[in-house]
């Protein structure tokens, strides 16, 4: 059999990511919310683009993904889609948009695929949800799960600590990941729970499981790219790589420019008109 990188494919869709998880080739994901990010993300050969609603904490400034609404998620949603020609790209329902309500899931599933182009929509939760996901499925809209610690229920939760360490919620979420994949999601991302439990899930369905503090027996990996990048340096969980400074890459370009400007070096006559 010869084996496939996903590095030659022109644009992945569900179908290469399943075929990825076949042949064991680890899914590569990243958060982006711009375009100019997303440019950059997208050329550099990521899998999937996650336009997150932690763009409610990395892009404005809030403490958790509870305020974004639909509108924004969406404006965020099309900047990326117009920087990409590869990259899969899912878009976070944000909270309020889909629990509870099958029509309104459905309603909110559509306007982000019709006013952002993006190619497939991510909820959190497992049973409680289930009509919505079955609902937005039925549309033939592509949906991403979401088990673990999912920060719209952090009230709930009360604290980011690691989820399902009980075996009452580590059954529950091998559970729910079983009826995600049963109702017709393509991929789950489970978040912060231990790395047992996320082999076992990944083990368990034959979908694609992505994970985020889950340990390395997934099939691929999601961070938030701002953290990885090091600009967000306050945010420093046991589960994040950083790969850049860029914090510091940035105070000290802004530091030189600065002092440019003051000493009255910039511009010099090569860069005036
Ligand atoms: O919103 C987000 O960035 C996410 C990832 C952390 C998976 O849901």
């Excluded at 496939?4 to 990825?20: D, G, P, Y």
């Excluded at 076949?22 to 990010?37: H, N, P, Q, V």
Aim: net charge negative; with cysteine; proline share 3%.
């Amino acid at each position: 059999m010869t084996v496939h990188s996903s590095a030659n494919v022109k644009r992945i869709t569900t179908h290469i990511l399943q075929e990825m998880k076949d042949r064991g080739e680890k899914i590569s994901m990243l958060t982006a919310y711009d375009f100019s990010m997303a440019k950059i993300v997208d050329a550099s050969g990521i899998d999937i683009i996650l336009v997150g609603d932690s763009a409610s904490n990395v892009m404005a400034g809030h403490e958790t993904t509870l305020p974004i609404t639909l509108d924004q998620m969406i404006y965020h949603a099309s900047s990326v889609v117009r920087a990409v020609s590869r990259s899969f790209v899912v878009v976070d329902i944000p909270f309020g948009s889909y629990q509870g309500n099958s029509s309104e899931a459905l309603r909110s599933a559509i306007r982000i695929m019709k006013e952002s182009g993006a190619h497939a929509v991510k909820v959190e939760g497992g049973s409680e949800i289930k009509e919505s996901v079955a609902r937005i499925l039925s549309a033939g809209v592509p949906v991403m799960g979401h088990l673990g610690l999912t920060p719209q229920s952090i009230y709930k939760f009360g604290t980011y600590t690691v989820r399902a360490k009980e075996d009452a919620e580590a059954t529950k979420l091998l559970e729910d990941a079983k009826l995600l994949e049963e109702l017709g999601c393509f991929a789950i991302v489970v978040e912060k729970i231990p790395a047992d439990l996320a082999k076992k899930v990944a083990e368990s369905v034959t979908i694609p499981i992505i994970g985020i503090g889950a340990g390395g027996g997934v099939d691929g990996q999601v961070l938030v790219v701002h953290d990885m990048l090091g600009i967000t340096q306050e945010f420093k969980p046991r589960f994040l790589r950083q790969y850049a400074d860029l914090e510091g890459i940035m105070m000290q370009a802004f530091g030189q420019y600065i002092k440019d400007v003051k000493s009255k070096d910039f511009p010099n006559d090569k860069e005036s008109y």
